[in-house]
């Protein structure tokens, strides 16, 4: 998967994709990011990439020029499954998109700041708006890693058995059971007997009773969405 990252802050994403999964994800060449500074697509003195709104109003507003001319300059160079936009009000990430997305070979994430973009930067070109939660982060950049984070992982390859996705939290709209490491007594706590069975039809529906329990006390959302 190649992803295009568009901000005014390449500095401040950097370094999620110089550790973790998605550093191993890009050193296995599973995946390619690039970034590309909103700032070297001004065509201003200042080069600055926001005006005053019209109609009045608090806030500045990125213009459409830069963005333009930035995103048609990938499209002329390959074709893009999605074109997302990182936005408080763009439909909220879950599991389902995340394992859909990461299917995709080409994308681009556009990282919004101040108010947020010309509207006609959305009409021209995104082709989905993506929000990470109920809450006004100051740009898009963070959001961006999130959505990053939860799509890379995902890919065929990046995780190994071990660390497979498909047991997490969310995979079947459960959240995980609970888990236990050695010793198997820790000040008096005892891992519960069924894990230590070696019962594996056994430890298997307890862990499945276990992640509807838990999903019931904690998010009966979850249960309802079927
Ligand atoms: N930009 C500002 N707030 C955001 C949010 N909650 N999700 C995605 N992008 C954002």
Redesign the pocket.
């Known amino acids: 998967m190649r992803i295009d990252i568009i901000t005014v802050l390449p500095e401040l994403m950097q370094s999620p994709f110089e550790a973790s999964i998605m550093k191993r994800a890009i050193q296995k060449g599973l995946v390619e990011v690039h970034f590309h500074n909103l700032r070297d697509y001004t065509t201003n003195k200042q080069r600055s990439v926001d005006d005053y709104q019209f109609g009045g109003g608090a806030g500045m507003v990125m213009m459409v020029q830069p963005i333009d001319d930035c995103i048609s300059k990938l499209k002329s160079e390959r074709t893009y499954d999605e074109i997302i936009y990182?936005?408080?009000d763009?439909e909220t990430l879950n599991q389902k998109m995340a394992n859909s997305i990461s299917m995709y070979e080409n994308i681009i994430i556009l990282c919004?700041h101040y108010k947020g973009v010309d509207q006609r930067v959305r009409d021209m070109h995104i082709t989905r708006e993506?929000?990470?939660?109920?809450?006004?982060?100051?740009?898009?950049e963070i959001?961006a890693i999130v959505f990053c984070d939860a799509i890379i992982r995902l890919i065929p390859g990046v995780l190994s058995d071990e660390t497979s996705a498909l047991t997490d939290s969310f995979q079947d709209n459960l959240l995980s059971p609970p888990i236990y490491t050695r010793p198997a007594e820790y000040k008096g706590l005892k891992v519960p007997e069924v894990l230590l069975s070696g019962n594996f039809g056994k430890i298997e529906k307890w862990r499945e009773e276990m992640a509807y329990e838990h999903t019931k006390n904690r998010r009966p959302d979850l249960l309802e969405n079927d």
């Open positions: 990182m936005t408080p763009g919004g993506i929000s990470i939660g109920d809450y006004v982060l100051s740009g898009g959001g």
